[in-house]
């Protein structure tokens, strides 16, 4: 991973560095993409009501 400030090639950079008010992934989407996953490769979880 480079480090935030290399936003220049050549090599490895980013596009869109990151920064700390902002995120890559809306963090709804990604938990509820997460649920889902989990959900599917593990199965639903014992007694749970919903």
């Given at each position: 991973?480079?480090?935030?400030?290399?936003?220049?090639?050549?090599?490895?950079h980013?596009?869109?560095?990151?920064?700390?008010?902002?995120?890559?992934?809306?963090?709804?989407?990604?938990?509820?993409?997460?649920?889902?996953?989990?959900?599917?490769?593990l199965?639903?979880?014992?007694?749970?009501?919903?």
């Amino acid at each position: 991973m480079p480090p935030a400030a290399r936003t220049t090639g050549p090599g490895v950079h980013w596009r869109v560095p990151p920064r700390y008010d902002r995120h890559f992934t809306d963090p709804a989407a990604l938990l509820a993409a997460l649920k889902t996953a989990a959900s599917a490769a593990l199965g639903p979880r014992k007694g749970a009501t919903r």
